[in-house]
């Protein structure tokens, strides 16, 4: 149901039953290693492009998702993806692949939450018993795209983020007495905010007032406090972002406990590999949650966690024409 002024609750608690996580060789000497499903050696993949090669890292986790779940593709009622490449086009090969219904989502970093409130909203209320949503990056066509080539060799300022090279995906089913799996509760949907900062080699800065905005917005809307939750985790803001977060919220007189709120892109990687402010790209928050949060669940760690991806709505063109930048969060709550 609706209620306060921008979230859902899902009474019927839709299960995540599956995952599917895969990632490239940064990724595979991080400190995430052993959550991942699988691990590519290079960034190539087998492919003559990187942007192939994002679309294998997608196709490979919806393979697994389905694997893990003990389903068919034909099984899938939707598939819900995007991902930050022009017109979403390793999402769309790859579920010209998968022969699934497919609905392509834009939310910059923050569509992986928004494919997961989408998916449980749709589980919810019954527009379908299996869906499959989830998202992709990889380093090298978001440094093409966004900045410089790889090639380029061009130098970054300390608040600049290092795009995660992932794909995590969740297998989303009505909840049938599935024990000891985890999920959604509710979805807290944002509005798009604008501070009027245009570095774009400062995300975190740029999406910390969306994030404080639907963090806000989340606890009046379900009347809860921040202690409900063992952990707040957001997607990809990292120190810089994560450090301003916590100062807008407390001058709006909500106190988190900085133990209690954790970063995705600050979780992924070695301290000692050069990421600069930390991790992003939508396969940040996807791979870290759909694969070490929910591992730590199963295993007991946290019973209540908020997730909140964060996404910044720029353009290569919005760039080079100057503009600021519009940023987004979505949070969804999940349980076990």
């Known amino acids: 149901m609706h209620i306060g002024k921008q979230s ?3 009474e019927n608690q839709p299960v995540i039953a599956a995952t599917g996580v895969t990632g490239g060789p940064f990724e595979a000497n991080g400190k995430l290693a052993a959550d991942f499903d699988l691990l590519h050696h290079d960034l190539w993949m087998g492919q003559d492009s990187y942007e192939k090669a994002q679309r294998t890292l997608m196709e490979e986790a919806i393979q697994i998702a389905l694997q893990k779940g003990n389903l068919q593709k034909e099984d899938i009622e939707f598939l819900i993806a995007g991902d930050l490449i022009n017109q979403m086009t ?3 090969f790859a579920a010209r692949t998968a022969q699934i219904p497919y609905l392509g989502i834009f939310g910059a970093c923050s569509t ?3 494919g997961l409130a989408l998916a449980s909203f749709m589980i919810n209320y019954n527009g379908a018993k ?3 949503t989830g998202v992709s990056s990889h380093n090298a066509t978001s440094e093409r795209q966004f900045r410089y080539p790889t090639e380029y060799g061009g130098q970054k300022p300390p608040t600049a983020q290092w795009s995660v090279t992932g794909a995590g995906v969740a297998l989303v089913t009505a909840n049938e007495n599935q024990d000891n799996l985890p999920y959604t509760t509710s979805a807290t949907i944002g509005k798009v905010i604008d501070m009027g900062l245009n570095d774009p080699f400062n995300m975190g800065g740029a ?3 969306a994030a404080a905005d639907t963090i806000i ?3 009046e809307d379900l009347e809860r406090d921040p202690s409900y939750y063992d952990l707040i985790v957001t997607g990809d803001l990292a120190k810089v972002g994560r450090s301003a977060t916590l100062e807008l919220l407390e001058d709006k007189g909500l106190q988190i406990d900085e133990e209690r709120f954790q970063d995705c892109g600050m979780m992924i990687y070695q301290d000692d590999q050069p990421v600069q402010a930390g991790a992003s790209g939508p396969g940040c928050s996807a791979t870290v949650v759909y694969g070490h949060l929910l591992n730590q669940m199963k295993k007991g760690v946290y019973k209540r966690i908020l997730v909140v991806a964060t996404g910044a709505l720029l353009s290569p063109l919005s760039v080079q024409q100057k503009d600021s930048i519009p940023c987004i969060a979505h949070a969804v709550s999940i349980e076990i």
């Open 8 to 10: 859902w609750v899902f």
């Open 207 to 209: 999406m910390a007032p």
């Open 217 to 219: 917005a989340h606890f």
């Open 90 to 92: 390793p999402s769309s």
């Open 130 to 132: 299996n869906i499959i």
């Open 112 to 114: 992986s939450m928004e």
